[in-house]
């Protein structure tokens, strides 16, 4: 595929993307004779793939409810801004929040004093999506794959320097799991989101980036910047000929989620209407094709209990290594 049909396919998501967003503003006539508006917040800023995913869900979850929804983009802070906000709010079943594993699992316990508690603060609604991540160079580095990333990184010896989302955020933390494992040191550059610190790689002021493959695919082939690895069990179908970073012995397999919830304390019934929603709009054929071109791949047929529980062992698979990397913000 060459790049202007890249662009073109990207400017068509995209201008669907943003139609969604206007149509979940539009009121039924139900919701406009009761004023009720849902609010979904976003911890990202507007046209990532994390906000892509949210505008997407708002149209295809109004259908459902028949209720109109609005986006609430609140980035800062590797997603506390947005939690902030989302804690604040009524617990009347018309706030909801889109999670990601930053918020849902890697910034409470990267915190000294953890600012939540992840399993219990929150009514967990369900599990949206999971990705791996994927690690990607500026192409000016005389780097190929994992070897040799490694290799440039040593003898650089700490000249290099990576970005990510935020602190404590999922790619923060698999990013230095990554350094440890492989006994290298790179210093890290936060950014408000993925967008700017993708920004800061492909203008070379960064030497490479770890994300979601969504995040990462067009620029790749587009030559901006070159995937040289997957945070993965086994490589991607979608990439089978970049490596693992098992395939030259580091232990590292790490990704993020997408995971919906109401507050603590949002009436039971009101939890189960919204359940039911989330099902049918993830179970809708033409919202899994809008994913899938985003790189996500949907969980289907997820509930509030399955989603507590993916949390709370994710919890308990990370926290022993923020403690063995010493992060404390």
């Known amino acids: 595929m060459n790049e202007n049909k890249m662009i073109q396919r990207r400017e068509l998501l995209l201008g669907s993307v943003g139609a969604l967003g206007a149509?979940?503003?539009?009121r039924p006539a139900s919701a406009q004779a009761s004023g009720q508006v849902m609010k979904?917040?976003?911890?990202?800023p507007p046209g990532g793939a994390g906000d892509q995913f949210a505008r997407i869900m708002s149209e295809h979850l109004r259908q459902?409810?028949?209720?109109?929804?609005?986006?609430?983009?609140?980035?800062?802070?590797?997603?506390l801004t947005a939690v902030a906000a989302f804690r604040r709010a009524p617990a009347d079943?018309?706030?909801?929040?889109?999670?990601t594993g930053s918020t849902a699992i890697s910034a409470p316990i990267?915190?000294?004093?953890?600012p939540y508690n992840p399993v219990d603060d929150f009514a967990w609604i369900a599990l949206l999506s999971e990705a791996p991540f994927l690690i990607a160079v500026n192409p000016s580095l005389p780097v190929t794959d994992l070897k040799s990333l490694v290799a440039y990184a040593k003898a650089q010896n700490g000249k290099l320097s990576y970005g990510h989302a935020g602190l404590g955020t999922t790619v923060h933390l698999a990013a230095e799991l990554f350094l440890d494992r492989a006994g290298i040191v790179v210093p890290d550059i936060p950014y408000p989101g993925s967008g700017p610190a993708l920004i800061g790689t492909i203008g070379g002021s960064l030497a490479f980036i770890v994300e979601t493959y969504g995040t990462l695919i067009e620029q790749h082939k587009a030559g901006r910047i070159r995937i040289v690895g997957a945070f993965t069990e086994s490589r991607l179908p979608e990439l089978p000929d970049i490596g693992t970073a098992r395939d030259i012995g580091l232990d590292v397999v790490a990704g993020t989620a997408n995971l919906i919830a109401a507050p603590?304390?949002?009436?039971?019934?009101r939890q189960a209407v919204i359940a039911k929603a989330v099902a049918g709009a993830m179970a809708r054929p033409e919202m899994q094709r809008q994913l899938l071109m985003l790189g996500i791949h949907p969980v289907l047929n997820s509930n509030p209990q399955e989603a507590k529980a993916y949390v709370a062992r994710e919890v308990a698979r990370w926290t022993p290594l923020v403690k063995k990397l010493g992060i404390a913000l």
């Open 93 to 99: 079943g018309y706030t909801l929040m889109m999670h």
């Open 110 to 114: 990267s915190h000294k004093i953890a």
């Open 264 to 269: 603590l304390g949002t009436p039971p019934e």
């Open 64 to 79: 459902e409810l028949q209720t109109p929804i609005v986006i609430e983009n609140r980035p800062g802070a590797g997603g």
């Open 23 to 26: 149509l979940s503003g539009v």
């Open 40 to 44: 979904l917040i976003v911890g990202f």
